[in-house]
T-cell receptor, first 113, second 113 residues
Framework: GENVEQHPSTLSVQEGDSAVIKCTYS??????FPWYKQELGKGPQLIID?????GEKKDQRIAVTLNKTAKHFSLHITETQPEDSAVYFC????????????FGQGTTLQVKP | SQTIHQWPATLVQPVGSPLSLECTVE??????LYWYRQAAGRGLQLLFY??????ISSEVPQNLSASRPQDRQFILSSKKLLLSDSGFYLC????????????FGQGTRLTVV
C-alpha cells in the first residue's frame, strides 16, 4: 500500500525565516496531497492541498510544490511567525471513492521570536 | 455548515475495561468517516474507514472495532483495553466520491492505566 515519509521530524527557525518540509510517497497512482497543521491538543486542520495535475500552489505565505516524477512534494512557509509553531503533516491519497489519507510522521515546527 | 463532534475529550480507563468513543457529523449526508490514532510523537495512523452505514473497513489488525449504526455516526469500541491502546484518537469525515479535504474532530485523549 501507500507509504508516506516526512522530513525533518523537528524544525526550528528564527521568526521571519523560511521553513521547508518535505515528503515522499510510494504509490505513483496517488493524486491528492494535502497538508495539515495541528496545534497542541486539537485535531489537524487543512492549510493547503495540491492535486497531481498541478506542480505548484500558493496561498499567501504558504506554498506547496509537487514533483510527480520523483514522487515528492514539499511545503514552504515564508516569513515565519511564532503562531506558525505547530505540528505539520503531509498526506497522500490515491482512492477516489474512500478518500483514505495516508499521513507522514509529522514535523514539529518551532518559530523562535 | 458542517460540523463534527467527538467525545469525550479525555478518558482514563483501566486495563481490561471496555471502550466506546462516539463521533457524529452534522450538515452533510453520506459522508466518508474515519478513525485515526496518533501515538505520542507519531503520525496519524488510519484505523477504520466507512463509506456507508454498516460498511466498515479495517486498516490494521488491532484490539479495536468500529461501527456505523447511522449515516452520520461512527463509533470506536473495544471489549478489553490494553495499555498499548493509549493514544490520541481522531474522527474525521470527507465528502464521498472524490479526493477532498478530511475534516477532523477535536480528538479524544485515551490513557489506559
Amino acid at each position: 500500500g501507500e507509504n508516506v515519509e516526512q522530513h525533518p521530524s523537528t524544525l526550528s527557525v528564527q521568526e521571519g525565516d523560511s521553513a521547508v518540509i518535505k515528503c515522499t510517497y510510494s504509490d505513483s497512482a496517488s493524486n491528492y496531497f494535502p497538508w495539515y497543521k495541528q496545534e497542541l491538543g486539537k485535531g489537524p486542520q487543512l492549510i493547503i492541498d495540491i492535486r497531481s495535475n498541478v506542480g505548484e500552489k500558493k496561498d499567501q505565505r504558504i506554498a506547496v510544490t509537487l514533483n510527480k516524477t520523483a514522487k515528492h512534494f514539499s511545503l514552504h512557509i515564508t516569513e515565519t511567525q511564532p503562531e506558525d509553531s505547530a505540528v505539520y503533516f503531509c498526506a497522500a491519497s490515491l482512492s477516489s471513492n474512500t478518500g483514505k489519507l495516508i499521513f507522514g510522521q509529522g514535523t514539529t515546527l518551532q518559530v523562535k521570536p | 455548515s458542517q460540523t463534527i463532534h467527538q467525545w469525550p475529550a479525555t478518558l482514563v480507563q483501566p486495563v481490561g475495561s471496555p471502550l466506546s468513543l462516539e463521533c457524529t457529523v452534522e450538515g452533510t449526508s453520506n459522508p466518508n468517516l474515519y478513525w485515526y490514532r496518533q501515538a505520542a510523537g507519531r503520525g496519524l495512523q488510519l484505523l477504520f474507514y466507512s463509506v456507508g452505514i454498516g460498511q466498515i473497513s479495517s486498516e490494521v489488525p488491532q484490539n479495536l472495532s468500529a461501527s456505523r449504526p447511522q449515516d452520520r455516526q461512527f463509533i470506536l469500541s473495544s471489549k478489553k483495553l490494553l495499555l498499548s491502546d493509549s493514544g490520541f484518537y481522531l474522527c474525521a469525515w470527507s465528502v464521498p466520491g472524490g479526493n477532498t479535504e478530511a475534516f477532523f474532530g477535536q480528538g479524544t485523549r485515551l490513557t489506559v492505566v
